[in-house]
Nanobody, 126 residues
Framework: QVQLVESGGRLVQAGGSLRLSCVAS????????MGWFRQSPGKEREFVAG????????YSADSVKGRFFISRDNAKNTVYLQMNSLKPDDTAVYYC???????????????????WGQGTQVTVSS
């Protein structure tokens, strides 16, 4: 079973930047759609950004567009989330997710992903 491990979450001031990493236990990025989600207390888990398995096409939620950027390094089996201009509303547990890649609609829903990491806490102070 493929395992995903996130890291990089910490306390950061508003306006600052942070980069999260997600490492897969085996070659995954070249055959899986990868995504980042986040969840705050009292709220449902929401989509943040995704990257396609084959083309590398990236897409993101409107709430983070222009601020957050997803990327990957297939050789390192690692996907990244670069977060800039952080706001207190970005405070959440951030999760890495994966699903076997296939053509179709860009996956944005939690139920479309099969594999999940344990999450990493990001806290943005005001």
């Amino acid at each position: 079973q493929v395992q995903l491990v996130e890291s990089g979450g910490r306390l950061v001031q508003a306006g600052g930047s942070l980069r999260l990493s997600c490492v897969a236990s085996e070659r995954t990025l070249g055959s899986h759609d990868m995504g980042w989600f986040r969840q705050s207390p009292g709220k449902e888990r929401e989509f943040v950004a995704g990257i396609r398995w084959n083309s590398g096409t990236t897409y993101s939620a409107d709430s983070v567009k222009g601020r957050f950027f997803i990327s990957r390094d297939n050789a390192k089996n690692t996907v990244y989330l670069q977060m800039n201009s952080l706001k207190p509303d970005d405070t959440a547990v951030y999760y890495c997710a994966a699903r076997p890649g296939r053509p179709g609609i860009l996956p944005r829903a939690t139920h479309e992903y099969d594999l999940w990491g344990q999450g990493t806490q990001v806290t943005v102070s005001s």
